[in-house]
């Protein structure tokens, strides 16, 4: 069974189970591991508990799966973004020698990062695709640094329960769990198929959650805060179907 449809099976046998043992009972034992989502509260509340609690009892270290070389797509898809502000084309004009990542809240050493800096940290190859709630995909290989190397080096707290990360094109943001935050796939991505991140793909810098649909890889990161308070859902809109927690 590959991954994902062991997922899948993962994922509606506890359902069943849940349904068969009353699903109040795994409402208070989500509440009772602290395995709420932020969305726990909305319509799909429950479905979203169900999933995340699972996903997060058995899965949280599995792996996204990566591809070969042959596997990259011959034309990366750049989906459209909104206009970007005048301050990014200026930064852009200097090889985004001026683009920073503030990092904050619950670490011991806040601080200010640049490109260089981030370029400086132990770098990761991957291969993962980017799947788009809307149903296309791309495989591509990305090059960044563990977002875990950068929380290391700011002295995340071990009361941390979320990184919320945003991007220069407000309003879009979005917050993972510390688990997906440190996981060795979460990438602080600048590069894209042995070149820069291309503008359309989020460069100079996207955050990569190759383990959650596409809207939770943000791009042109600028800043990142780390809180133990579920942090609200950004752009996981529960009326437009998207989920906090979107594990595929
Ligand atoms: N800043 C920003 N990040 C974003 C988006 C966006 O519009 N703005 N779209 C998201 C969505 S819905 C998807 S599916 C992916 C698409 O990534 P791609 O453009 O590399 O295909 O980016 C995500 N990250
Ligand atoms: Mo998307």
């Given at each position: ?17 849940a349904?068969?043992?009353g ?36 899965l ?27 301050e ?23 601080g ?24 296309w995909?791309y ?26 990360y ?35 793909n ?8 190759p ?38």
């Amino acid at each position: 069974m590959n991954s994902l449809s062991r997922r899948r099976f993962i994922k509606g046998g506890v359902v069943a189970a849940a349904g068969a043992a009353g699903l109040g009972a795994a409402d208070r034992i989500a509440r009772r591991y602290g395995l709420l989502p932020p969305d726990a509260g909305t319509l799909y509340g429950l479905g979203e508990t169900l999933t995340y609690g699972t996903q997060h009892l058995l899965l949280r270290h599995s792996p996204a799966r990566e591809f070969s070389r042959s596997q990259i797509s011959q034309r990366p898809f750049p989906n459209e973004i909104d206009k970007l502000p005048d301050e990014y084309k200026r930064m852009q004009e200097t090889g985004f020698r001026d683009w920073k990542v503030q990092v904050d809240g619950l670490v011991s050493e806040p601080g200010l990062f640049s490109m260089a800096d981030i370029r400086s940290f132990p770098a990761r190859n991957q291969i993962t695709m980017v799947a788009c709630e809307e149903g296309w995909s791309y495989v591509a290989e990305w090059t960044g640094a563990p977002l875990s190397h950068l929380l290391g080096l700011v002295g995340a707290k071990p009361q941390a329960r979320y990184v919320i990360y945003r991007s220069i094109q407000a309003p879009q943001w979005e917050s993972i769990d510390m688990d997906e935050a440190m996981h060795p796939q979460t990438l602080l991505t600048y590069g894209m198929n042995d070149g820069d991140l291309p503008t359309g793909n989020g460069g100079p810098l996207r955050l990569r959650v190759p383990r959650q649909l596409g809207y939770k890889s943000i791009k042109f990161i600028t800043s990142l805060t780390v809180t133990d308070k579920p942090p609200g859902l950004g752009g996981a809109n529960p009326d437009g179907g998207y989920a906090w927690f979107a594990g595929i």
